[in-house]
């Protein structure tokens, strides 16, 4: 780690602390040369690879920017949408895999929009499985009836 004000190649960690439930390190450095010292902060770059064969960094904006379209006219708060998003980041990162594919992003998003608003929850399923008819919205509707009534016994 170079230092940020000499540019010495060389710094020592004096003190590194977990930090976002674990998610990052700060770590506090001393340059041996300056004699100044500063703050680092790392994190685990989670990338996410396409169906095109693209990877790009995992983005929890992205994530709430798809939801919030799910749930345009809908009564979700922002605040419900920054939770959601939090919630999705965590069991992609829970995997413990540095590369995820699109598609398992589509599904950690589907079990807390269904939780969060159903209306929204079917939008979305219906672009992301490429629903295609009728019977398509039917089958999901009865599955989500199932597991409501199913909740409520």
Request: with cysteine; glycine share 8%; charged share 30%.
């Amino acid at each position: 780690m170079h230092c940020p004000f000499c540019r010495h190649p060389d710094t020592r960690v004096i003190d590194s602390r977990s930090t976002e439930d674990g998610a990052a390190i700060r770590r506090r450095r001393s340059c041996p040369s300056c004699g100044r010292r500063f703050t680092t902060q790392e994190t685990v770059l989670l990338m996410v690879s396409k169906r095109s064969g693209v990877t790009e960094p995992f983005s929890r904006d992205k994530v709430i920017a798809g939801v919030r379209r799910a749930c345009q006219g809908r009564p979700v708060s922002e605040d419900s949408l920054a939770r959601l998003g939090q919630q999705v980041e965590e069991a992609i990162r829970a995997t413990g895999v540095a590369e995820i594919p699109s598609h398992e992003v589509g599904l950690a998003i589907l079990g807390p929009l269904r939780e969060l608003d159903e209306v929204a929850y079917l939008r979305f399923a219906s672009v992301y499985r490429g629903f295609e008819t009728l019977e398509d919205f039917e089958a999901e509707i009865k599955q989500l009836r199932a597991a409501r009534d199913g909740q409520q016994a």
